[in-house]
């Protein structure tokens, strides 16, 4: 059974500093990866996509890297700002259950 | 392009009364799923549809939950009779491609639902 961890649950961070959010997954046969980003009282935003054949994606200051032997992919922030402030989860698609697994999410607080 | 439309978004019944949820998924997207988010987890699926045809239901309460998806298009999530563990916030998703996840889901705001 696919388990996805996320760590840290929650984070407080002053502006300007780099970030790196971890989510872990216990079944390495994925179809792919996802990080979505939710703010308060909203749905989820799909923030970037890995393949499983990929190692890595970017998009701004966002950099997600995927090592699927070791179950572990990272979320790259660079210069966070306070509009990062949300619930960062990552979700993995595995070939056994065909499901969006998601992880429970770090809360990431950028203050100024 | 529009995005993922929910309505209510907020609702607040009693036990063992019913709700219905409705989504109007992004025009083209062939998979639509519904999603449980508890406070403090993440989503957990409940279904999910190609098209108009049922894919995937295993996690479905089936003896209170109940969904369709119209042509297609629209879908209604139903709750009949609710109980306080439904509380959550109930989310909408649709995405373009036939084959599960290999193309990014876009979500709706989702409905709160409180179940006093």
């Known amino acids: 059974k696919q388990e996805v961890t996320q760590i840290p649950a929650a984070l407080s961070v002053p502006e300007g500093e780099n970030l790196v959010l971890n989510c872990s997954f216990t079944d390495s046969a994925i179809y792919n990866l996802q990080w979505f980003r939710q703010d308060p009282g909203k749905g989820l935003t799909s923030l970037l996509l890995i393949q499983s054949s990929q190692r890595e994606q970017t998009s701004g200051r966002l950099n997600a890297s995927l090592d699927k032997s070791s179950g572990r992919s990272t979320l790259y922030i660079a210069a966070s700002q306070p509009g990062d402030s949300a619930t960062y989860l990552c979700?993995?698609?595995?070939?056994?259950?065909?499901?969006?697994?998601f992880g429970t999410g770090t809360r990431l607080q950028v203050f100024p | 392009e529009a995005g993922v439309a929910q309505s209510p978004r907020y609702k607040i019944i009693e036990k063992r009364q019913s709700v219905a949820f409705w989504c109007n998924p992004i025009s083209g997207h062939a998979t639509l799923y519904w999603y449980q988010q508890i406070l403090g987890q993440g989503p957990k699926l409940l279904i999910q549809?190609?098209?108009?045809?049922?894919?995937?239901d295993s996690q479905l309460p089936k003896d209170r939950f109940s969904a369709e998806r119209l042509k297609g298009v629209d879908s209604t999530l139903k709750i009949q009779p609710a109980k306080l563990e439904d509380s959550a916030v109930y989310l909408c998703a649709s995405s373009l491609d036939v084959f599960s996840y290999n193309s990014p889901l876009h979500f709706g705001n989702g409905t709160r639902l409180t179940v006093t």
């Open positions: 549809f190609q098209n108009n045809g049922v894919v995937d």
């Open positions: 979700a993995v698609s595995s070939y056994n259950t065909d499901k969006l697994i």
